[in-house]
């Protein structure tokens, strides 16, 4: 009799269980959508890739929970997201990709930051034909060898100082002497050719221009030559260390220039916090920036569709998927939108096939928190424009372009001497 | 304006150099003693770049205290790892030593890394700046420069006026003989690496106060390849010659600078790195003991 009730109890909990990993609209008979990340969460790259895990950790919330999955043929999937520290290093992205292509089985790898590292990642994506999503590598000679699986959510190098340099023209038609110096790497020489390309088209006068290697430790002599220059104002970094040794080094000699915009450091709020009130004043160009203005909205009104959460809500996941108190900045952001970006090529594509989604992708266009997205035939991002910030009163302000304005450019900025007896860049 | 550029990379290049030059002391000081290449070097200095960052930062201290605490920190590490690992491994193969020894730099990178994080941090010690005409010097920079002269000279005279300097000397001349003679060679040596090490992280403070940004625990590498090529250009045994190796290899990479970037089409950074390791293969084939001996 015991015996008799025991097996009913079983086979009625087995029901159960069944009723419930197979009815309908539960979403967890479904399998999941994995994205697979050779983050960088130490080493060189820690500040930009803790901040792009947290951008995707935010979307992916978003995905499963505001948006309820991504959709193919009416059933919705889960994203899920495994993430391994490949400490900016180059051979550990390159083992943790087939790692998470052969091992883990993921769906989707997500670059881990910087145009080396993704440059380095790339072979062993293709060789496997798996979708490949570059939220920060910007060099355009990612896409320029013929990968079939790469596409980029982060703009392209060449067009970083466009803005600071349109800002310029306009708003101090007279100052045409310009001086360039970025780091030796991939991505800081493209920015720089470009750089140097839009500056010429725009009349300005390319009074120095040096490269300067990776891990430098002292900039002086390089300083000392540009100071010789006399430039106007300077353009210039590679990445954020090298930025904080720019700005810190031109204040030591103090050389002052009435512009400074550094790549890839002065956007990140470390850098003030290094630099304190020498950093008043010094610009970086930015993909996204708290305060831009991309809403469901201005999607309309370009007559693209809009996917994710709107920016409160994008800050607010992030803080949530992050230990510390952290703000989001652009890396954040652009990690964040290529979620986005891969569930709606997914939901088109309906499959996770990568041929499928890459070809998808290609015919994507939309708009989210980041702003315009779109890729070329080759991936490169073509769809996204970007801003330009400036330290103001130990705030980041968005000074270009105009229409995205929170505050006016202070041109020219305070010396560092004013700065060091307490002057902070206020607009007038 | 050729003359002024290169006379400011000069008096940059001297100012550099003494800070290379006490960085490298440690390196000499434990190869000269013990036949111990500490291939973890760079760990050590950055180890010393932390404390300052603790006592300015979190003390609101200035970075001269860090010098001694600094040392006295580096002494005990010096100790702890010659005794856990070291003492057991001198009359082992080298390759057991240099496997050693970068094992406690990556040891010390991950403690770091687990206190600070490994973000890149840096702080602003305002103390105003020296103007020579041609240039402005900053005076932390300057401090840092003199500090290091201070370790240079304080080091020379503890080997030149106490018994365990002399001792030490005695090893390192022939620790057979030393031993006969009554010296304490184990003793020594522990002594040797703990003090070598103190020194090294000593100079990481010298180092947070030419450059007090870029602080993160994965700073060293750079320093220990610099070391390696000024310990071996003052004499790999040396640590005077460490010293003297420094200050012409800062005078080398910042004065060369200007006369490279004179001609037209080298990018004169990049060159200059090439230029001081080219530097080293030279004096290596001309003169393989460095160009001090160990003394």
């Known amino acids: 009799m015991m015996k008799h009730v025991a097996e009913r109890c079983l086979a009625a909990l087995l029901a159960g269980l069944c009723l419930l990993l197979f009815a309908p609209g539960t979403g967890l008979a479904q399998s999941s959508i994995v994205i697979g990340h050779p983050a960088c969460l130490s080493g060189k790259y820690a500040k930009a890739g803790e901040q792009a895990v947290g951008g995707i950790k935010a979307c992916v ?16 999937h889960k994203l899920e997201y495994k993430v391994y520290d490949s400490e900016s290093k180059k051979e550990s992205v390159t083992s943790l990709i087939g790692r998470l292509i052969t091992v883990d089985k993921v769906d989707v790898v997500f670059s881990a ?23 920060g590598g910007a060099n355009n000679k990612i896409f320029e060898q013929g990968f079939d699986y790469v596409v980029q959510t982060i703009g392209p190098a060449t067009s970083y100082h466009k803005g600071t340099l349109d800002m310029i023209k306009q708003i101090a038609p007279e100052d045409k002497r310009v001086a360039l110096a970025y ?24 009074v120095f221009k040096r490269t300067y290697p990776s891990g430098v430790n002292d900039l002086t002599p390089l300083l000392n030559a540009m100071k010789a220059a006399d430039p106007d104002f300077v353009l210039g970094g590679g990445h954020y260390e090298d930025g904080q040794l720019f700005c810190s ?3 030591d000699m103090d050389f002052n220039v009435k512009a400074l915009s550094l790549i890839a450091s002065a956007t990140l709020p470390a850098f003030y916090e290094a630099l304190g009130t020498n950093a008043e004043g010094v610009m970086g160009p930015s993909h996204w920036e708290m305060g831009v203005t991309f809403s469901e909205e201005s999607a309309k009104e370009k007559g693209l569709p809009w996917i994710g959460p709107s920016q409160e809500e994008f800050i607010s996941l992030f803080k949530e998927n992050t230990d510390k108190n952290m703000k989001p900045d652009y890396h954040a952001a652009e990690a964040g939108a290529q979620v986005l970006a891969y569930a709606l090529g997914v939901e088109k594509a309906g499959s996770t096939d990568s041929d499928k989604v890459r070809k998808a992708l290609g015919d ?40 995205a304005q929170t505050s006016k450019p202070v041109y020219p900025m305070p010396t560092f001497q004013e700065k060091d007896q307490g002057a902070v860049a206020v607009p007038e | 304006m050729f003359g002024e550029q290169l006379l400011s990379n000069l008096a940059q290049g001297i100012v550099l150099g003494c800070v290379y030059g006490v960085a490298t002391m440690g390196l000499s000081l434990i190869f000269g003693v013990l036949k111990v290449v500490n291939v ?9 770049c932390f404390v300052t960052l603790f006592f300015f930062n979190s003390l609101g201290m200035s970075p001269f205290v860090a010098i001694p605490a600094a040392f006295l920190l580096g002494l005990g590490i010096g100790y702890v790892f010659y005794y856990s690992a070291i003492r057991r491994l001198l009359k082992a193969p080298e390759l057991s030593t240099l496997l050693a020894t970068f094992y406690m730099g990556v040891i010390l990178q991950e403690v770091v890394k687990l206190i600070y994080g490994s973000e890149y941090r840096g702080f602003r010690w305002k103390v105003g700046s020296l103007s020579l005409g041609f240039t402005s010097l900053p005076m932390a920079k300057l401090y840092a420069a003199l500090g290091s002269i201070a370790v240079a000279l304080i080091l020379y005279a503890w080997f030149r006026k106490t018994r365990a300097g002399t001792a030490m000397r005695a ?57 390696f090529v000024i310990a071996v250009l003052g004499g790999l045994a040396s640590p005077y010659g460490a010293f003297f190796g420094g200050l012409i290899f800062g005078i080398i990479e910042n004065g060369s600078y200007t006369f490279l970037a004179a001609i037209p089409g080298v990018e004169p950074f990049g060159m200059t790195r090439f230029l001081s390791f080219a530097m080293l293969l ?5 003169r393989p003991t460095g160009l001090l001996r160990a003394k």
């Open chain 2, 40 to 48: 973890g070097h760079g760990a050590f200095i950055m180890v010393g």
């Open chain 1, 183 to 206: 780091e030796d790497s991939e991505f800081a020489r493209m920015v720089m050719e470009g750089a140097e390309n839009y500056a010429e088209e725009l009349g300005f006068n390319v």
């Open chain 1, 113 to 135: 930051y910087s145009s080396g590292l993704t440059l380095r990642g790339a072979p062993i994506t293709e060789s496997h034909n798996m979708l490949y999503m570059d939220h």
């Open chain 1, 61 to 76: 919330q978003w995905v499963n929970q505001e948006y309820g999955g991504i959709s193919i043929d009416g059933e919705k």
């Open chain 1, 364 to 403: 994507l266009e939309f708009m989210s928190f980041y702003g315009g997205w779109d890729v070329n035939e080759n991936g490169m991002q073509v769809g996204h424009t970007m801003v330009n910030i400036q330290w103001q009163d130990s705030k980041r302000a968005l000074v270009w372009p105009e229409s």
């Open chain 1, 249 to 251: 080094q031109m204040a």
């Open chain 2, 282 to 286: 030279i004096i290596l084939l001309i």
């Open chain 2, 171 to 227: 090893v390192v001349e022939d620790d057979e003989g030393a031993r006969v003679c009554g010296v304490n060679v184990g003793g020594v040596y522990a002594m040797s690496f703990a003090l070598g090490i103190g020194l090294t992280v000593a100079s990481g403070v010298m180092l947070a106060m030419f450059l007090p940004v870029g602080i993160n625990p994965y700073m060293g590498a750079e320093y220990t390849l610099k070391a």
